[in-house]
């Protein structure tokens, strides 16, 4: 029952204007009896005050007959203002005056008033009253002595009968709070649950292989949560392209060395290939098992540097001589071209901070690229330069040069740019994509940049450069 986020939110919405109503019609019905308390006593001060100067100045000062009539005639009227019954004592707490026919006052009461004090009670009046009532009393001063007191009668039903005049408006704005409030609640609990059902659909899209949908994001959490939620939805959208992209890559990879493979092996087996043709062909089917087992060391070379628990091992060592290295190693196929090789070192050596091991892979792959990528009879250019209190190598080489438009793509693995610019098709369009990761790795730089040579002809100048945290 109510498994609904919906309807749960809902209710409690419902709950909480339920309760915060009750609440405040109780403290207001408490604050209005509170208020019409001190105002019936407010009240009865001032005809207190009255009363008393009219008993100082007609009972005490002029005591007669007449000033007795009148006087009993005027608490009656003040009797009928107050809207309670008044009873007058003497300093002996004997009745002198009452509206009500009281012939006797409780005794606590008169003495705390000849006392000089002021009372505000509810009782009987000692059995005078047949229940309970609202008595104020005060004393009568006159020339710094108490001479009496007055008391202030008033049926508490009907004082309190004054609150029933609000108790039609106390309803109608009860129902319309009621009404209001179930309406904002409804509207705020469907605005709250509308994202998260949405993201409850989508959610089973995606998983369902749909990744177009998205959420519209508002500025509050829920906005915050849609907006996270997009963003994981592109990553997954991304993550599935790649996979997609991959698989379908090396799929591509892996068809055309084991279909020279089993193809030149089936010749040889069948007798189609004759025997002086054999070791050729066995030649190509061990160099294309060659290039398979290369690839799939490369992968799973590329999967342990993006787990999390791949560590460099990182050490202090001198870039400049480690690029000696890799041009002697590099050597036939730079003479294959016939290319010269323009070194430009700022400084005779330069320490970094890296694994070394990994930093000659990438210095490897990006001249092999050149070296692949250039012209014959040109000239490959390698700096290594103090920039930023970086260091930074690059590799520069003059041919056909890359795209603007695929410039972008070049560190991506399996991407080949037109092959029609080198001689070499064994290559499987990683080397790039892990230059990328190791220097990923080191939380450093890669980047590209292909421009024309400016001269004359149509040939470019490519340049790989990355960073190195200095000794």
């Not at 092999?368 to 930074?392: E, G, L, P, Q, R």
């Not at 695929?406 to 098709?425: L, M």
Request: aromatic share 10%; charged share 25%.
């Amino acid at each position: 029952m109510f498994k609904s986020v919906f309807t749960r939110l809902f209710l409690n919405n419902i709950i909480i204007v339920f309760v915060s109503l009750a609440t405040f019609l109780s403290a207001m019905i408490f604050f209005i009896l509170d208020y019409v308390d001190d105002r019936q006593f407010e009240m009865d001060l001032k005809a207190a005050q009255n009363i008393e100067n009219m008993t100082i100045v007609m009972q005490i000062e002029n005591p007669n007959y007449t000033n007795y009539r009148i006087y009993n005639n005027l608490l009656m009227q003040y009797s009928e203002f107050t809207e309670s019954d008044i009873t007058v004592v003497n300093a002996l707490g004997e009745v002198y005056a009452t509206t009500a026919g009281i012939q006797k006052t409780p005794k606590e009461y008169n003495k705390k008033i000849l006392g000089g004090e002021t009372i505000r009670q509810k009782s009987d009046f000692n059995g005078t009253y047949n229940k309970k009532i609202y008595v104020v009393g005060m004393p009568i001063v006159y020339r710094g002595s108490v001479v009496g007191g007055i008391y202030f009668n008033s049926e508490i039903p009907n004082f309190q009968n004054k609150l029933g005049e609000y108790s039609f408006m106390f309803m109608i704005a009860g129902i319309m709070a009621v009404i209001i409030g179930c309406a904002i609640s409804y509207i705020q609990s469907r605005r709250i649950t509308k994202p998260i059902k949405e993201i409850n659909k989508i959610v089973l899209d995606i998983a369902s292989g749909d990744f177009s949908r998205r959420i519209t994001s508002d500025s509050d959490e829920i906005g915050q949560l849609a907006s996270s939620f997009n963003y994981m939805a592109d990553s997954l959208e991304r993550l599935e392209k790649t996979r997609r992209s991959f698989v379908s890559d090396i799929s591509h990879e892996l068809r055309t060395p084991m279909t020279s493979i089993s193809g030149f092996i089936g010749g040889i087996l069948d007798g189609t290939i004759p025997k002086e043709k054999q070791d050729e062909y066995l030649k190509i089917a061990y160099d294309e098992s060659v290039r398979l087992t290369k690839l799939a060391n490369d992968m799973l070379e590329m999967t342990k540097m993006q787990s999390s628990g791949y560590k460099l091992d990182v050490t202090e060592f001198d870039v400049n001589e480690l690029i000696r290295i890799c041009i002697i190693q590099l050597g036939q196929k730079i003479d294959d071209k016939n290319l010269e090789i323009d070194v430009q070192f700022e400084n005779e050596k330069m320490l970094v901070v890296a694994d070394k091991d990994a930093i000659k892979r990438v210095i490897i792959n990006i001249l092999d690229n050149a070296v692949k990528f250039s012209y014959s009879n040109t000239k490959i250019i390698i700096t290594s330069k103090n920039i930023n209190k970086h260091a930074n190598i690059s590799v520069g080489n003059f041919g056909a040069g890359i795209d603007k438009n695929e410039i972008g793509n070049v560190f991506e693995r399996f991407y080949k740019t037109d092959k029609s610019r080198s001689d070499d098709k064994k290559g499987v369009g990683l080397g790039m994509s892990f230059a990328k990761n190791i220097i990923n790795l080191h939380k450093q730089k890669i980047w590209v940049e292909s421009v024309d040579a400016k001269d004359g002809t149509d040939t470019k100048y490519t340049q790989f450069t990355f960073t190195l945290e200095l000794s």
